[in-house]
């Protein structure tokens, strides 16, 4: 049990863009391999071939680690991208965030939210009630990593996903990164869609309704993606907010529930 573990990280650019990314925590045993299927993950994206990847593998000790459950899943069907992003603000304002800070999240998303109106490499914090953008760098945003499934957690959301035909590394890894995102102090919601031109599904997590996944928050085709954190820091530090996405390490051991498919007429 007191076995150390590795924060192994991936980054990869291309035409002095970002690419890709990937966060993982791994046993000694599962280190190599993993680090393989990153480099292999970024020679074979969809947006192109890398032509630079950095790794970094960082030891952690056991004591550091913290065990949390996931959210619940649910999949709110829509028919368009229009329609997922009306339904996607709905669950924020329902989870407190200003109608003024969704529409300006989703708008610089949309146009791309880093300066010169590309993707950012992390996600914004944006103040839940101004929409005022909170991160220090608006290019890197801030990753969130050290966080992953343990094993027999892992089993089991394999083959829940398997069963409900949602079995891909997209949704594995955002529930994963969703729930890290939702047990920081300060954090109200999130928003994502991805940057791949292929996925066109995002999400919204909020701690009333867990992770809940829309199959269209952008048209076919398109390159640019994001996410934005909502944030209410009520007094607390900001940089303690950033220090724990990004280095405070977290094991999900237990799965929430998955749900099938329901319209989003449904949730209303
Ligand atoms: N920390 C913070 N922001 C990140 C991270 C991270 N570790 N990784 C990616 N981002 C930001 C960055 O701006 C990317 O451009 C954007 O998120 C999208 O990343 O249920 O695939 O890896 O079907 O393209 C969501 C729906 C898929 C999954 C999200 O994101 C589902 C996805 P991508
Ligand atoms: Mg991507």
Redesign the pocket.
């Given at each position: 049990m007191n076995k150390p573990l590795y924060s192994i990280r991936m980054r990869a650019r291309r035409q002095g863009q970002?690419l890709?990314?990937a966060?993982r925590l791994s046993s000694l045993e599962a280190v190599e391999q993993l680090a393989a299927d990153m480099v292999q993950r970024a020679m074979h994206h969809a947006r192109g071939r890398a032509e630079s990847i950095e790794l970094t593998i960082e030891q952690i000790s056991a004591a550091e680690v913290e065990r949390r459950p996931l959210p619940d899943?649910q999949?709110w069907l829509v028919d368009d991208y229009r329609q997922g992003r009306r339904a996607a603000a709905e669950i924020l304002r329902r989870a407190g965030v200003a109608q003024g800070a969704i529409d300006g999240a989703m708008s610089q998303i949309a146009a791309g939210?880093a300066p010169g109106a590309q993707?950012?490499?992390?996600?914004m914090l944006v103040d839940a009630d101004s929409g005022q953008r909170l991160e220090p760098d608006q290019a890197r945003?801030?990753?969130?990593?050290r966080m992953d499934l343990t094993d027999q957690a892992r089993r089991k959301l394999d083959s829940e996903l398997n069963r409900l035909g949602?079995n891909?590394a997209?949704?594995r890894?955002?529930?994963v990164?969703a729930a890290k995102v939702l047990s920081a102090p300060g954090i109200v919601a999130e928003l994502?869609?991805?940057?791949?031109p292929d996925?066109t599904?995002?999400?919204v997590a909020s701690a009333a309704q867990g992770?809940v996944?829309f199959?269209h928050l952008k048209p076919l085709g398109e390159e640019r993606?994001?996410?934005a954190f909502f944030v209410r820091t009520e007094g607390r530090s900001l940089a303690d907010l950033i220090d724990y996405?990004q280095k405070r390490p977290i094991l999900f051991d237990q799965i929430g529930r998955l749900h099938s498919a329901r319209p989003w007429e449904a949730h209303l």
């Open positions: 970002h890709s990314g966060e899943l999949t939210a993707t950012m490499r992390g996600a945003g801030v990753r969130v990593s949602l891909n997209h949704v890894e955002a529930l990164l994502c869609w991805s940057d791949d996925y599904a995002g999400y992770y996944r199959p993606g994001g996410r996405l």
